[in-house]
Every structure is written in structure tokens, then in C-alpha cells.
């Protein structure tokens, strides 16, 4: 069966089969390498942006890390809060769209991951870097993986696709454009 890439962020199990191939403590050991490197401030607290089912929130919390989730999608927020509670994490979660949100206490690190800056304007790039720098405490950092490239021309065009399955009984391809729509159903 074939998914739209936003449809997976419904479904917490397919969302973690589709994702599996990521190594989390050797990405947060990037995180602490840029640390290490670039900011300016010893960092506490961390901010997630578009936060989905929390990947890092464990791994981030065994290195005494505060984190701060934020994501628009409530079915999102709803699995990282329960993720959360199972492993006695305190954390923060906070609904919000990545561009124009106010955390409630700045932070020192903010990243994002995955190409989740969905920003189709240079007014809502710019409103993105100007919302992540007033949320950062001064001499803060942000970290930013890439962006999802939309092809403005040829919205039918996008061609970026994987497999994946786990214990050979979850299987799927995961596509942005979400070409094959008929086997939906079978979600
Ligand atoms: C590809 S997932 C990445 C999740 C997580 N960062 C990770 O590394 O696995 C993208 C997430 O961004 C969220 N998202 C998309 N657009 C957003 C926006 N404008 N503001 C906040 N969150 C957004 C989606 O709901 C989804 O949970």
C-alpha cells in the first residue's frame, strides 16, 4: 500500500515503521557536537519543532535535557504527551504552527527535523527564522536539517519515495505525492 507522507502523521505505528531506519542517540550526539562547537550558552532546555511522536524526547531526557514539544497536529501531540507519561518524562507540549508560535519560557537550543519547514513563501521563511530567534535565549542555536522542496510547477511530480516493514507483516511506500490513492483503504 502506498501513503501520503501527511497520512502516516496519523498513524503513530506506521509513522515509527516508516521512520526506523533513524540512529536517535547518534543524532542528539550531533546535537551536542553543534553544542560543543557553536553556541554560545551552556543549553538546557530544548525546543522540538514540529515535534510529531517525540523521537528524541528519551534520548534527550537521559542527557538531563528540558524539552519543549511543539507541533500543529493534535493526533501528533496526543501520541508524544502518552509517550511521555509511559516514560515518566516531564516535558512540555505546545500546539502551535512552527512559524508564528510564543514559548511560554525561552530556550537554548531549537531544532528541526526530518525537512518539517513546510514554509512555501519567503514572508513565511522569514517569519519562521524571526518566531525560532525571539524563542532562543540570546547566543542560543537553531538547527534546521533541510526543507521540504515543493515543486511548485509540477505539484503531481514529486518523486521521493522509500519501502519499508518491520517483522515482515507492516509493510508500506511511503511517497509525499501519495500517487497510488486506490490502496488507502487498506490503511
Ligand atoms: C516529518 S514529521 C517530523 C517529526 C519529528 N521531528 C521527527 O524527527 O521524527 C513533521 C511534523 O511536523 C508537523 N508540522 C507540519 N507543519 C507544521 C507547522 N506549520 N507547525 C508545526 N508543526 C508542523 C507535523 O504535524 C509532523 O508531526
Redesign the pocket.
Known sequence: MTFK?SDV?DNRRYYEIA?SFRDISQEVDLFEECFHRYSRIPVRRVL?????????LEELARRCYEYMG????EV?LASARQKAETLRIEATFIR????TFTPEKPVDFAF?????L?AETTAELLSHFATVAAALNPGGLYLLDGCISFRWTDPAGEDESWSIERGGEDRGKISPGGSDRSSRSDL
Do not use: R
Not at 528541526?112 to 518539517?116: H, I
Open positions: 507522507s502523521y521512520f522540538d519543532l514540529g515535534c510529531g511522536p517525540c523521537p528524541h511543539l507541533d500543529i497536529s501528533m502551535a504552527e512552527m512559524s528541526t527535523l526530518l525537512g518539517s513546510y
